[in-house]
T-cell receptor
């Protein structure tokens, strides 16, 4: 099946630890995105990438890092510098260009303990 | 003014009712618009794109009003299964989509 796969679905992190969330897509999409959603709030863009080996900061990039070494993969690292990392993280992808629908993975729940 | 604004609700309606949501956007150069549905603790899923001429998919109708810079979603004959949060999404002709915070709909028996 074509789609976006995120893992793990649930993750617990101790304070001070870095964690990496995986995102893989087999839709052959050029662009990939990471969003964060807090309870009762909208989606906020962390990082995005429109082409391999290139990515841009979104609105809340501090404390996060990404890489785009392969077209199908866009992992997100939540570093210890992120002060309030507990949230629902969503990876998404689409083809570059206006009007192109964005598709989401099932999300990853990160909890700091 | 926020780039995309939605009434957070909740809209509590009985089964069979008709309900409408609006979403306003600030960038007049915006080119494409979407409605997504998000169930509790799940990812958003595309409900429908919004075209200039308006579009309908079964019980759902989406319309765009460029002059007043808003899009709307009309749900007829509401079902219990329509209970969800509806996200308005706007492409302001850049490389980033802008998401509204969502309107929560609760359909009761």
């Amino acid at each position: 099946d074509g789609g976006i796969t995120q893992s793990p679905k649930y993750l617990f992190r101790k304070e001070g630890q870095n964690v990496t969330l995986s995102c893989e897509q087999n839709l052959n999409h050029d662009a990939m995105y990471w969003y964060r959603q807090d309870p009762g709030q909208g989606l906020r863009l962390i990082y995005y990438s429109q082409i391999v080996n290139d990515f841009q900061k979104g609105d809340i990039a501090e404390g996060y890092s990404v890489s785009r070494e392969k077209k199908e993969s866009f992992p997100l690292t939540v570093t210890s510098a992120q002060k309030n990392p507990t949230a629902f993280y969503l990876c998404a992808s689409n083809q570059v260009g206006s009007g192109n629908t964005i598709y989401f993975g099932e999300g990853s729940w990160l909890t700091v303990v | 003014r926020k780039e995309v604004e939605q009434d957070p609700g909740p809209f509590n309606v009985p089964e069979g009712a008709t309900v409408a949501f609006n979403c306003t956007y600030s960038n007049s150069a915006s080119q494409s618009f979407f409605w997504y549905r998000q169930d509790c603790r799940k990812e958003p899923k595309l409900l429908m794109s919004v075209y200039s001429s308006g579009n309908e998919d079964g019980r759902f109708t989406a319309q765009l009003n460029r002059a007043s810079q808003y899009i709307s979603l009309l749900i007829r004959d509401s079902k219990l299964s329509d209970s969800a949060t509806y996200l308005c999404v706007v492409n302001p002709n850049t490389d980033k989509l802008i998401f509204g915070t969502g309107t929560r709909l609760q359909v009761f028996p």
